[in-house]
């Protein structure tokens, strides 16, 4: 054979061996690390009857009673609440919910209050301004009176409908809710009844 060929024989066989090597040969791509930062829960409103929730009566002889709904919005700026509440109907009766001083000039969206059922439906926003609001305050008061004079422990409950929407979030900004427990009924030594 020729020195020609043979050398031709030689380049052939070393291009191959590259190509086979190239073809193999899968190059590692430089690790990126991820650090994930921590956010803080979007969800920041507290919505509560306070500890112990007191019901406050306007006389010693008389069986009606007002019971304050407090917010605390952390850094949520809400622009509005829907309250779903349960209250026991055989016990407290003429239930009623007006919003409180936190929103200067609210809207009332919903009020409906199922005497049968005890469920109350109440839902307001920041009225015309639209702009949400932080801060803590009395969202909402609630009115009632009760069915009898003795003295009866009793609850109104958040249900899981309840939500406060606020800016920035398209889901509900409420973190917490503390319901209200409390005793109803004329004691003729206090004025007001207290969560036990």
């Known amino acids: 054979m020729s020195k020609r060929t043979l ?10 061996f590259v190509l086979l090597l190239l073809a193999f040969y899968q190059p590692q791509a430089p690790k990126t690390t991820v650090t994930a930062i921590p956010q803080e829960p979007v969800a920041q409103t507290v919505l509560s009857f306070g500890n112990p929730s007191i019901a406050t009566s306007s006389s010693f002889t008389t069986s009606n009673y007002s019971l304050p709904i407090s917010i605390s919005t952390g850094k949520n700026k809400v622009t509005a609440v829907q309250l779903e509440l349960q209250y026991d109907p055989s016990i407290l009766t003429n239930v009623k919910v007006a919003s409180g001083s936190f929103f200067p000039n609210p809207e009332v969206l919903l009020n409906q209050i199922d005497t049968n059922t005890g469920r109350v439906s109440y839902a307001f926003d920041v009225g015309f301004t639209g702009k949400g609001i932080t801060g ?16 009866e422990k009793t609850a109104i409950v958040f249900l899981p409908k309840t939500l ?12 917490l ?10 004691n003729p030594s206090t004025t007001s009844a207290t969560a036990r």
Do not use: D
């Open 7 to 16: 050398f031709l024989i030689f380049a052939l066989f070393l291009i191959t």
């Open 164 to 175: 406060v929407t606020a800016e920035g979030t398209s889901k509900s900004a409420l973190r």
């Open 177 to 186: 809710t503390v319901n209200g427990l409390f005793t109803v009924g004329v």
């Open 136 to 151: 803590k305050g009395i969202v909402a008061n609630v009115t009632f009176s009760v069915k009898k004079n003795t003295l």
